[in-house]
Structure formats: structure tokens, C-alpha cells
DNA sequence: CTTTAGAAACATG
DNA sequence: CATGTTTCTAAAG
């Protein structure tokens, strides 16, 4: 699946007083309920929730100040779909985001879709990686706000000393995730010679 | 209401 | 304890 970028800065976005139109919707995933979101532009928002999912609307609300939020469930799902749908049916789909950030986050963020599944990085590495080998901290607040949970993998960021490291949405979601990857890196299909 | 300054908060090392 | 960035609050214009 190819996934394709635009991005917002948050300057841009307030310049323009025009609101943005959202759709989003609550979905069941393979890893727990999520709400999910898109605007003309792309996909904006993916986020997994244990509770009724309110906070969740509200941490898109918030992301999005000047938005129309409009829910359409039958919308959603079909998104859903997509961005769960096994590898097997990626085939030749393109996928869009519409991120919305600082200049810095969208560098975390970007540099984050570059990560393979299965593979695992150190906050530290990933700051090296944006060229800013000093703002590890930094990098772990950018990686704590990623808008787009589990499509932006920022379940395989983890601590240098190889403890798990923190999750927004729960430290078991992460393993589980974690796990899940590991577990499709089939002995010998990952080996190619 | 808009802008600014300063402090506190962070999914770390 | 230092680090870089973001967010929040309070105060001023």
C-alpha cells in the first residue's frame, strides 16, 4: 500500500479561517476500537480508546480547532477497512494523510513512516535520524502527539536501554502491536536473498 | 481580541 | 540533571 503525505503546519492552518471539513466515525479494529477521521485531503486522525471514546473526539477536536467535525459511519468504515485490510490486499491501493503539525513534528512524523514493520528504533536513533541528535526529548513529545496512531508506527519507537517506552493509549496496546508485527515476520519469508 | 514572555511539561538518556 | 520543542497561563497592548 502506498501511502502518500500532505501536510499542514499549524501556521498554515490558521491563516486560513476557512474550516476544514471532517468526517469522522468509531470503528472495532484488530487492536481495540478506534476513532478515525478524514478530511478532503486525506486521512487526519487514528486513535484507539478503551472508554466511550469521547476523550478520543475531544483530542480531535483540539487537533483540529477550525474544523467542521460531521460523523458518517458508513464512510469510516469503509476507511477502516482499508487501513486494516490485510497485506495481502494492499496490492496497488494508495492511502492519504492530511497531517497537521510544527515543522518539527512533521519531521518526526515522516521520518516515521520509514520504519518497516517489525522493526524497532530508539527515541535517540530517531533523533539522530532528523538530523537533531540532542533533541531526544523533544522527539519523544512529537512522537507522543502522532496524530495517526498505527499507520505512523509510533508503537515501534522504544527506549534505548530496550524497555518499552510509553504509549498514549496504553503500554499494552503497544505490545500488543509489537507482537502482532512480529508475528507476520514469518520465518524465512523475511529473508530475501 | 491579539500578542508576548516565561514557566512547566514531556512516550529520554 | 541537561536537552529541544511545545503548550499553557498570565499579563500587556
Not at 24 to 39: K, S
Not at 136 to 146: H, I, L, S
Request: net charge neutral; aromatic share 6%.
Amino acid at each position: 500500500m502506498l501511502i502518500t503525505t500532505e501536510t499542514t503546519t499549524t501556521q498554515q492552518l490558521d491563516r486560513s479561517a476557512e474550516p476544514i471539513h471532517i468526517i469522522y466515525g468509531n470503528h472495532p479494529t484488530p487492536f481495540g476500537p478506534a476513532l478515525i477521521a478524514f478530511t478532503p485531503r486525506g486521512l487526519c486522525h487514528l486513535d484507539f480508546f478503551d472508554d466511550d471514546g469521547i476523550a478520543a473526539l475531544a483530542q480531535l477536536r483540539k487537533n483540529w480547532p477550525q474544523a467542521n467535525l460531521c460523523e458518517d459511519h458508513s464512510a469510516t468504515t469503509t476507511l477502516t477497512q482499508q487501513v486494516f485490510a490485510p497485506p495481502s490486499q494492499h496490492d496497488s491501493q494508495t492511502l492519504r494523510l492530511h497531517l497537521r503539525g510544527t515543522d518539527f513534528q512533521l519531521k518526526v512524523w515522516l521520518r516515521l513512516l520509514h520504519i518497516p514493520p517489525g522493526q524497532l528504533i530508539s527515541y535517540q536513533e530517531l533523533a539522530q535520524a532528523i538530523d537533531q541528535p540532542k533533541a531526544v526529548r523533544a522527539v519523544g513529545g512529537a512522537v507522543g502527539r502522532n496524530p495517526i496512531c498505527y499507520l505512523i508506527p509510533c508503537h515501534r519507537v522504544v527506549r534505548s536501554d530496550g524497555s518499552i517506552g510509553g504509549y498514549r493509549s496504553g503500554i499494552a496496546r503497544k505490545k500488543t502491536l509489537l507482537v502482532s508485527e512480529a508475528a507476520h515476520q514469518e520465518p524465512g519469508t523475511d529473508t530475501p536473498t
